[in-house]
């Protein structure tokens, strides 16, 4: 499934002309880097006015879709906090829809319901941070000689943990997880995603779901 264009209906808050208008209701993050851009720039969905000229966001809500990163957004363009609770209970109905009518994808996490593209950015940058852990854990790992575990993203996101853990050896134990991220942690200590996870192990949480 690729991005998606749609046309609708907008009312100027200016001076009330009505009119059409195209708008994105979907935007695949990892497959379009412009439409990504111009989400995150505040120009996407923003329409000008036939009639009078002003500039207004169109009111539908943009979905957020990163399928092979297991990251799906909502996102209320405007960020009306308000009225957020409604815009949320009507985001949850898009979701249910949206997870029937994708059903090959087979859509097994939670979205995020974003109130406004300050916290779309947020999310980003959380995202990038991660990934860029995640190369320096992969490097290091390669350097000591432990393999790789890629995590399921969506729950390691939610956990606050990197998307590879080094193995040391064959065996996915706590144990052997504890000791391998102590071990890259050692040679790198602003690695503060592994940490969180050395402490989760530590403290007797579940071992995250692999891929
Ligand atoms: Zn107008």
């Given at each position: 499934?690729?991005?998606?264009?749609?046309?609708?209906?907008?009312?100027?808050?200016?001076?009330?002309e009505?009119f059409?208008a195209?708008?994105?209701?979907?935007?695949?993050?990892?497959?379009?880097?412009?439409?990504?851009?111009s989400?995150?720039g505040g120009?996407?969905?923003?329409?000008?006015?036939?009639?009078c000229?002003?500039?207004?966001?169109?009111d539908?809500?943009?979905?957020?879709f990163?399928?092979p990163?297991?990251?799906?957004?909502f996102?209320?363009?405007?960020g009306?906090k308000k009225?957020?609770?409604?815009?949320k209970?009507?985001?949850?109905r898009?979701?249910?829809?949206?997870?029937e009518?994708?059903?090959?994808?087979?859509?097994?996490?939670?979205p995020?319901y974003?109130?406004?593209?300050?916290?779309?950015k947020?999310?980003l940058?959380?995202?990038?941070?991660?990934?860029a852990?995640?190369?320096?854990?992969?490097?290091?790992?390669a350097?000591?000689?432990?393999?790789?575990?890629?995590?399921?993203?969506?729950?390691?996101?939610v956990?606050?943990y990197p998307?590879?853990?080094?193995?040391d050896?064959?065996?996915?134990?706590?144990?052997?997880l504890i000791?391998?991220a102590q071990?890259?942690?050692?040679?790198?200590p602003?690695?503060?995603m592994l940490e969180?996870?050395?402490?989760?192990?530590?403290?007797?949480?579940?071992?995250p779901p692999?891929?």
């Amino acid at each position: 499934m690729k991005s998606i264009k749609g046309q609708g209906a907008a009312a100027c808050p200016n001076c009330g002309e009505n009119f059409d208008a195209e708008f994105w209701s979907l935007v695949r993050g990892d497959a379009d880097a412009e439409l990504k851009d111009s989400l995150l720039g505040g120009e996407l969905n923003l329409i000008s006015c036939p009639a009078c000229g002003a500039f207004f966001y169109h009111d539908r809500n943009i979905i957020y879709f990163d399928p092979p990163n297991e990251l799906l957004a909502f996102v209320s363009p405007g960020g009306d906090k308000k009225d957020f609770e409604a815009v949320k209970a009507k985001m949850k109905r898009d979701f249910k829809t949206l997870k029937e009518n994708l059903a090959s994808m087979n859509i097994s996490y939670e979205p995020f319901y974003l109130a406004g593209l300050e916290e779309l950015k947020a999310m980003l940058d959380y995202e990038a941070a991660a990934a860029a852990q995640s190369e320096v854990i992969a490097a290091l790992s390669a350097q000591l000689g432990f393999k790789l575990a890629a995590l399921r993203r969506a729950g390691a996101r939610v956990s606050g943990y990197p998307f590879y853990l080094p193995v040391d050896g064959g065996a996915y134990t706590r144990e052997g997880l504890i000791k391998a991220a102590q071990a890259v942690l050692k040679q790198n200590p602003a690695l503060n995603m592994l940490e969180t996870f050395i402490k989760d192990m530590q403290a007797g949480k579940e071992l995250p779901p692999r891929i």
